[in-house]
């Protein structure tokens, strides 16, 4: 089955850029999303498709996709950013797969 | 407004059986494929398994043979039938709605989650 790894944390001062990656055999042959998940909350989808905002989303995270590392980059940190992300794909062999998630701290 | 509201949640003995469902409001479950995702204490996102509009089920491994989802269009409502429980079974289990485009799909509306607990 296909395997999608994070890093298990990622530390940023507020006002800097956080980046966290996604690591899976030629991810970049397929679309990647991100989700941001809050301490006692449901996931919410911050990147679909590699690098598609939904509405509500600030234009401060951006999504790529290449060879076999996924981004999610947030621009400006702030406090407000704090969660857990998980990224996720869509491979017909194992339906949906989620990354082990990365817990982005602001400093 | 998209509302899914997930009930069903508990505390059950190991072995036993529970049935959680999903209510769907602001769009139509037979148009849509409906997944279950869970997360145990402290750890990350794990597909359980997924409904698609044609009525084809898939399952994630551990729980494939123990679980069983469906839904009932006329209650616009998805259900996950859990059977032998574990103890590793224990978390909290979200009703997912996807949209799927370019041959992938994404999650694009959660529900809040119901708590299963699985302890003797």
């Known amino acids: 089955s296909y395997v999608l790894t994070q890093p298990p944390s990622v530390s940023v001062a507020p006002g800097r850029t956080a980046t966290i990656t996604c690591g899976g055999n030629n991810i970049g042959n397929k679309g990647v999303h991100w989700y941001q998940q809050k301490p006692g909350q449901a996931p919410v989808l911050v990147i679909n498709?590699?690098?598609d905002r939904p509405s509500g989303i600030p234009e401060r995270f951006s999504g790529a996709n290449s060879g076999n590392t996924a981004t999610l980059t947030i621009s400006r940190v702030e406090g407000g950013d704090e969660a857990d992300y998980y990224c996720q794909v869509w491979d017909f062999g194992s339906d949906v797969v989620f990354g082990g998630g990365t817990k982005l701290t602001v400093l | 407004e998209v509302q899914l509201v997930e009930t069903g949640g508990g505390l059950i003995q190991p072995g036993g059986s529970l049935r959680l469902s999903c209510a769907v409001s602001?769009?139509?479950?037979?148009?849509?494929?409906m997944s279950w995702v869970r997360q145990a204490p402290g750890k990350g996102l794990q597909w359980l398994s997924v409904i698609y509009s044609g009525g084809s089920t898939y399952y994630e491994d551990s729980v494939r043979g123990r679980f069983t989802i469906s839904r009932d269009d006329s209650k616009n409502t998805v259900f996950l039938q859990m059977n032998s429980l574990r103890a590793e079974d224990t978390a909290v289990y979200y009703c997912?709605?996807?949209?799927?485009?370019?041959?992938?799909?994404?999650?694009?509306?959660w529900g809040q989650g119901t708590l299963v607990s699985v302890s003797s």
């Open positions: 602001g769009f139509s479950i037979n148009y849509n494929y």
């Open positions: 997912a709605s996807h949209y799927c485009t370019s041959g992938s799909c994404y999650f694009d509306n």
């Open positions: 498709s590699d690098s």
